[in-house]
């Protein structure tokens, strides 16, 4: 069994509310003021700065073009996991929101945060913390929100990370595969 998945099926079949519980009060206990407006950017504010790195990307040249790309690849089966999983699950937010299509297992934001991350930590290696401080902002400003439990995030960093690297491998392949078949039709 591929260890990574042995280690979500471990996660997921551990006990954690007390995990979480504990995780939760602590967030809510360090809530602050100066803190409610960069933690609701980290959340929710980025969006817009994800399009306007796309546009930066898609207009900087073949690297940049491969980048977005990459990212659509990976976003795609990321986000078709995590809904399906949402409505599978169908666990209430810790604010005592409950509503299927909106469930608080798997964190969406952590999953896309750490797939995004992914892409670039493997496109540019030695800046990888770079890449992945923001999305671990991400998925830490979703318990400080009181949006998801810790292991809400933790599980959709992990199936972010983890599917990131599944879709750009069978991406890979796929390319490699077609590329041989048109030298070979030549």
């Known amino acids: 069994m591929n260890p990574r998945l042995l280690l979500l099926v471990t996660l997921l079949a551990w006990p954690t509310q ?8 602590a967030a809510q206990a360090a809530r602050r003021p100066w803190l409610e407006a960069p933690m ?26 491969a980048v977005v790309l990459e ?9 078709l996991v995590v ?19 909106n469930a608080a297992f798997p964190s969406s934001h952590a999953a896309n945060a ?14 990888w913390p770079v890449w992945f401080a923001p999305a671990l902002v991400v998925a830490w400003s979703r318990v400080y929100l009181d949006r998801h439990w810790l292991s809400d995030v933790v599980a959709g ?9 599944i879709a750009l491998w069978e991406w890979e392949r796929w390319r490699t595969k077609r590329t041989r078949e048109a030298s070979t039709a030549c």
Do not use: M, Y
């Not at 809904?83 to 299509?101: C, N, Q, V």
């Not at 750490?114 to 800046?127: G, N, Q």
């Open 114 to 127: 750490f797939a995004v991350a992914f892409v670039f930590a493997r496109r540019w290696r030695k800046l």
């Open 18 to 25: 007390p995990l979480d519980d504990a995780a939760r009060a």
């Open 83 to 101: 809904e399906g999983l949402k409505r599978l699950t169908f666990r209430a937010r810790p604010d005592g929101t409950k509503r299927r299509s």
């Open 40 to 65: 609701h950017f980290a959340s929710d504010g980025s969006r817009p700065l994800l399009i306007a790195g796309a546009v930066v990307a898609l207009a900087s040249g073949a690297v940049g073009r």
């Open 157 to 165: 960093a992990l199936l972010g990370a983890s599917l990131a690297g």
């Open 71 to 79: 990212t659509a690849v990976v976003l795609v089966p990321v986000n």
